[in-house]
C-alpha cells in the first residue's frame, strides 16, 4: 500500500502540477487520465497480473495506477484555482519558477493536493486488497480469500477489522496532521 500509493500519488501530483501549468501537457493527459480512471481496478489487476505475473510488485503496480488519476484530477484543479493576479504578479516582477513554485504554486494546491491523498489512500487500499485476493501469495486481501474460502466467517471479520484500523492509522496518524 505504502509504495504503491507513494508512486501513484507523486506520479499524479508531478503530472498534475507540470499539466496544470501547461495546458497542451494538460491536453495529452487528459484522455490518459480518463481512460485509468474509467478501467475497473478488476481489469487492471488482470492486466498486471498477465504483464508482471503473480506477487508483490502486480500489486503495487496496480495500486499506484488506480491512485494516479485521484491524485492527478486534485492537482490540476488546485493548480487552476490559484488566483491568476498571483501568477501574473510572478511573471510581472519576473519570478524565477522555482520561486514561482514555492510561493505560488505549493500553497495554492496544498488543500486539494491534501484531499487528493486522502481520496487515493481509501482507494489505494481498496486496491490493495483486491490486487491481493488476485495475483498474491500474501497480504491482507490473499488471508481475507482464504478465509472466505474456508467458510471462517470470523477470520473474514477480522480482517476487515484490520483494514479498518489500518486505514484510520493511515488516516488519522498520517494525513490529519498534514
Not at 493548480?79 to 514555492?102: H, K, N, Q, S, W
Not at 477470520?155 to 496532521?177: C, H, K, Q, S
Amino acid at each position: 500500500l505504502v509504495i504503491g500509493l507513494a508512486a501513484g500519488a507523486a506520479a499524479g501530483w508531478l503530472l498534475g502540477v507540470l499539466a496544470g501549468v501547461e495546458p497542451r501537457l494538460r491536453s495529452f493527459l487528459e484522455p490518459l487520465r480518463w481512460v485509468v480512471m474509467t478501467i475497473p481496478a478488476v481489469i487492471i489487476a488482470s492486466l498486471a497480473m498477465v504483464w508482471f505475473g503473480l506477487g508483490d510488485f502486480t500489486v503495487i503496480f496496480m495500486v499506484a495506477v488506480v491512485v494516479f488519476p485521484t491524485m492527478f484530477v486534485n492537482t490540476v484543479a488546485g493548480v487552476l484555482a490559484i488566483d491568476p493576479r498571483l501568477t501574473e504578479m510572478g511573471r510581472v516582477y519576473r519570478f524565477r519558477r522555482r520561486l514561482m513554485l514555492t510561493e505560488v504554486y505549493l500553497p495554492g494546491i496544498a488543500s486539494p493536493a491534501l484531499a487528493g491523498l486522502t481520496l487515493a489512500a481509501g482507494i489505494g487500499v481498496r486496491a490493495v486488497v483486491l490486487g491481493e485476493v488476485l495475483a498474491a501469495m500474501s497480504g491482507v486481501g490473499h488471508a481475507f480469500s482464504r478465509a472466505k474460502s474456508y467458510l471462517e466467517t470470523e477470520e473474514m471479520f477480522a480482517w476487515i477489522v484490520v483494514l479498518l484500523v489500518l486505514m484510520a492509522a493511515l488516516e488519522l496518524g498520517v494525513l490529519r496532521p498534514l
